[in-house]
Structures are given as structure tokens and as C-alpha cells.
């Protein structure tokens, strides 16, 4: 089993560990990431092995603060100094022009690199404690859902016993950053809890090209997010004609008290778009952890505040299994 650990003698191993070229879990304000040296091309090929990562798929670095920019990127400008002022630390992800010093697996062959100042104290420490950049994905096997929980890395990473969890709680958000290119026209690459409003108020523009079209970081482009059982989604209006459709029992995602009679059972996730990002990928893991045969989750509402969440739900229902008629 990987070792969990939190606590400042942990913090410290962890630094000695990512120096030294190995891969530490930990975790951030959104997911919790597997970390490595941003500048160790031997540690981030493990990070790309560990997840079973697509080798073209790149990787955020995460930095403590934007002074640490000026070697890994060109082109910061007065609009990410505002942005930076506005959301960093926090979950925006910003893409610049990658420096040429910056090895290229770190960016999957890309002449662009994302990058992250995290709001989690752990994050922060162990930035400070190691020194440098860390790149660092979700910390989960290739398109499996998001770990908002040390035990989730645990459960996703069984069996690599030289892999150090940081163990520093719940995740605050729960869903990952919003990512932003600043490389060209600003585009919203993957949207989050910093919403398309709030980059606008802050730079005057920015595109969000919807789900459905090219532009998107190119690791949200497939089946993603996505639990072991085929995920539907469902209108409030239509649920309870498709539960009663269902002969195998299923996990229904719900936003607010519904009646589900058995052998279904009812996961409940609120009306508020916060805590219902916070809970849901928990939720999708304890879905499949119910023996169920299906996980069909009630279409939250329309609204900006929620567009982040609909993203992640579409990309998890994405698949081959017809939906209910
Ligand atoms: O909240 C987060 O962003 C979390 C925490 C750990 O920071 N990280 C995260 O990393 O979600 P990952 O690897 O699971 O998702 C990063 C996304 C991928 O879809 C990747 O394709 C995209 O960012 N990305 C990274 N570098 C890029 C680049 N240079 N150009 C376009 N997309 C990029
Ligand atoms: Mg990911």
C-alpha cells in the first residue's frame, strides 16, 4: 500500500522525496495531485506510468507564487498580473508560452505550459519545502474520477508502496481548476469554480467555446471523470418515469428529496451548486461502491454557477450504453 502521512516530518520527506525524483500525492483547494518535480524528466515519465496517462496529454505545474513563473513561461502581462491578483492562489489555471528551460515532457511535447498557484495550506508547504515547480495531475488512473480524499488516492494507487500520500482532509472545492489560455485570444480551456463572468470582470474578455465544441484542454476531449458504472443523466421532470423503467437496482444522484423506492437507492448532493461540487465525486465513488448496476443522476439547473458541474457530468455520461427510454 502507498504510505499516508500528514504533519510537518511528512512535509519534509515528501520535499526529500521530490528532489531526489519521486512522486508524492497531496492535496489542493480543488483534487488532490501526484506530484513530481516539474524539472525531472525520470519523474514525470513515473507520473505519466502511474496514471496510465496518454503520452500527449500535458501536465499543470503548480507554482507558490508568480514570481516563480519567469522560468517556466514567457508572456505573463499586466492581464495575468490582474488575474493573479484576483484568483491566485486559487483554482485558475493559466496557459502561457512555454520557456524553452523547461523540459518538454513536462508540458507533453507542447509549446505551452499551465500553471497553477494552489490555495491548500499542504500544497503550499510543500511548494515552499521543495523549492520549485511541481507538476502535478488529478491523482487518479487515466479518466477515472477526480480523489477528493487521501483514501481515494489510497484506493486508486493500491499496491505502489513507494507512492507518499499527504493526507490533508476533504477537498474544499472538489471539482478541478478552471483553466484559462492566456496563449492567444483567452479562452477558457475547462471551466471551474472561477466562472467566465469573473475572468471578464477582471481582463474584459475571454471565449468558453460549449462542451460540445474543439476547443478544450486536450484531456477533457474523451470519457472522463467517469465512475466503473454507466452514468445517465436525467431531467427532475423524467426521473422517476425512468427509475421505475429500471429492473436492476441503481445509485440516483439527486439533487433535493425524491421519492426512490427500492432496490434503488438515493445519493442526495443539494441545491447548491458549492456543496454539491464539493460531495460529487465522492458521490460517483460510493455509486459504484453500491453494487448497482447504473448511476442516474438528476440535471442540475442551468445557471453559470453550475456550468462547471455540468462539464464533469456530461463527460462522465459520455459512453457507449444506450440511455433508458
Ligand atoms: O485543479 C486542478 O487543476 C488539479 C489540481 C491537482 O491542480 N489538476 C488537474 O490536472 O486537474 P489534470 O492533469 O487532471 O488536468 C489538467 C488538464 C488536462 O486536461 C490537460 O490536458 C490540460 O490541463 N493542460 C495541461 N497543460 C496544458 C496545455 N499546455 N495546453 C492545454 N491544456 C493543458
Ligand atoms: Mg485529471
Same mark, same amino acid.
Given at each position: 500500500m502507498p504510505v499516508v502521512a500528514s504533519g510537518s516530518d511528512a512535509m519534509q520527506q515528501a520535499a526529500d522525496l521530490l528532489t531526489s525524483g519521486g512522486v508524492v500525492a497531496f492535496p489542493t483547494e480543488t483534487v488532490y495531485g501526484l506530484g513530481c518535480s516539474t524539472l525531472n524528466e525520470v519523474a514525470i515519465n513515473r507520473v505519466y506510468d502511474l496514471k496510465g496517462r496518454p503520452a500527449d496529454n500535458p501536465l499543470i505545474a503548480h507554482v507558490l507564487d508568480r514570481s516563480w513563473v519567469a522560468d517556466l513561461a514567457t508572456g505573463w502581462d499586466a492581464n495575468c498580473d490582474a488575474l493573479a491578483d484576483a484568483?491566485?492562489?486559487?483554482p485558475l489555471t493559466i496557459i502561457l508560452p512555454r520557456d524553452? #528551460?523547461?523540459?518538454q515532457q513536462a508540458t507533453a511535447g507542447y509549446d505551452t505550459i499551465a500553471l497553477r498557484s494552489p490555495r491548500h495550506d499542504v500544497a503550499r508547504g510543500l511548494l515552499a519545502a521543495h523549492g520549485g515547480p511541481i507538476s502535478a495531475p488529478?491523482?487518479? #488512473?487515466?479518466?477515472?474520477v477526480s480523489p477528493t480524499t487521501a483514501v481515494h488516492v489510497a484506493q486508486e494507487f493500491a499496491g505502489v508502496e513507494d507512492l507518499l500520500i499527504l493526507d490533508g482532509?476533504?477537498?474544499?472545492?472538489?471539482i478541478e481548476s478552471t483553466i484559462l489560455s492566456?496563449?492567444?485570444?483567452?479562452?477558457?480551456?475547462r471551466p471551474g469554480s472561477v466562472t467566465a463572468g469573473m475572468i471578464d470582470a477582471v481582463i474584459g474578455r475571454v471565449a468558453e467555446p460549449t462542451?460540445?465544441?474543439?476547443?478544450?484542454?486536450?484531456?477533457?476531449?474523451? #470519457?472522463?471523470?467517469?465512475?466503473q458504472r454507466p452514468v445517465w443523466l436525467c431531467d427532475r421532470a423524467d426521473f422517476e418515469s425512468h427509475l421505475s423503467n429500471l429492473d436492476e437496482p441503481c445509485a440516483a444522484l439527486v439533487c433535493t428529496e425524491m421519492d426512490v423506492p427500492p432496490p434503488h437507492k438515493a445519493i442526495m448532493l443539494g441545491d447548491d451548486p458549492v456543496g454539491y461540487a464539493r460531495r460529487l465525486y465522492a458521490a460517483l465513488r460510493e455509486a459504484d461502491s453500491l453494487g448497482v448496476s447504473t448511476i442516474l443522476i438528476e440535471s442540475p439547473p442551468a445557471a453559470e454557477a453550475w456550468r462547471a458541474i455540468h462539464d464533469r457530468l456530461r463527460r462522465a455520461a459520455i459512453s457507449a450504453v444506450p440511455r433508458p427510454q
Open positions: 484568483c491566485w492562489p486559487g524553452t #528551460r523547461v523540459p488529478s491523482a487518479n #488512473r487515466s479518466g477515472h482532509g476533504p477537498c474544499e472545492e472538489g492566456m496563449a492567444g485570444e483567452p479562452t477558457i480551456l462542451i460540445d465544441s474543439q476547443t478544450h484542454a486536450p484531456g477533457t476531449s474523451t #470519457r472522463h471523470y467517469a465512475p
